[in-house]
């Protein structure tokens, strides 16, 4: 992400915590007059099995949590510009442990059930940079493929190679995007051909999720179609040479991973050249700047469009509350219960969890997971043991994890 688009997200973050969100208790933040980074929050954990160290440790986060939201929210300006509350929510519930710092506990017990702290101590703002940047990097930031059907004044070209296509990864490639390799687009086209036009259409299903994701890494494809048309009768009595083309550019962006559309959009331009075709890629062009970005003569940098900036939250969110399905085979209705608690509580990562249906010791659930089902399989075999679970991981795919499970505390 270039760095232009990552001062955009920082300054929607701060936005973002600004409001709030999540459980409060709604005390509101106490400052020292000497530093209005450091504040006291209070947290809540629910005491589960008897296990007091998680619920205090979920507490502390919690308090934490709490604190960097508001000690920011009451720093920051511009809070009107804010449209989506939900973003960078999720990201600072993950990482807001780390923002906090030369922190310490006022007081703490238990309270009917529930671990009760207030904690007092710093937001520490770089830790914050440094956690969205990170998060851009490995969520923002997906690679592209581009699949645009292209008429100039009724001759088709084809996808894979057309001058929209082309057009658009130059322009986005000046922001840092990453592209699947024309050639690669070609072969596929050549090689797949039903299943790229299924992808075409956003039909994403689990044959198109393999060649994309699996065996070229693309994570958001862009499809669309483009059209120009003649419009030089419109300057006829000003220039018999000139030539006037028009685009209409109707495209849209589509979430590998889940098959959700990210953004859509049209627009349409003229050109005047010369020459037939150059008015035709001056126009397309003009289109697609005005939708993806363009480089800012006076600054040299970078500036992204509204579809671009579109594609880049809505990805973004998605990647941090992915919904991500589990077919669980080996447990019973009591051992299914006991898991769905352990990992909705302990499973960093894990903001909720749905009971998709059970039959005998088969059954499905499906957790809204910020990170990639490789990172929840990671926490799954990791945290088993402590969770009283035995997991072996029996398959992964881009929405979907294959595993089997024994309880080994039944107590």
Known sequence: MNTKLVAIMIAIMFGLLSCGGGKSDGSQVKKSPE???????????????????????RAIDDAMNKLVKKILGTTVSGRAIVEDFALIESIVEAQSTGMVRNWKILKEGAEQGTWVVTIEGEVYPQAVNDTIEATLRNYGRPKFM??????????????????????????MGRAGFEFVDAAVTQELMRKEKAKMTKAMTGAIGEDVQNILLADIGAEVIITGDVKTSDQSHAIAAYSKNMKSKSAIVNIKAVDVYTGRILASTSTNQPAVHIDNDTASKMAVQRCLQSVLGKTDESTGQFVSGPFMNQITRKFLESATRRMIMMNIAGLNYNDLTKFRNQIEHRVRGINKVYTRGQAGKYSKI????????????????????????????????????MLTATATDRK
């Open 35 to 57: 530093n209005s980074m450091r504040g006291q929050e209070t947290g809540y954990g629910t005491i589960y099995d008897n296990d007091r160290a998680l619920a205090r440790d």
């Open 366 to 401: 499906e957790v809204e997971f910020a990170g990639k089902t490789t990172d929840l399989a990671d926490e799954l075999k990791a945290k088993g043991p402590n969770l009283g679970f035995q997991i072996e991981i029996k398959e992964t795919y881009p929405n979907r994890i």
């Open 146 to 171: 581009v699949l645009v059907r292209e008429t100039f004044e009724g001759k088709a070209n084809a996808p894979g190679s057309t001058v929209t296509e082309l057009t658009m990864m130059d322009i």
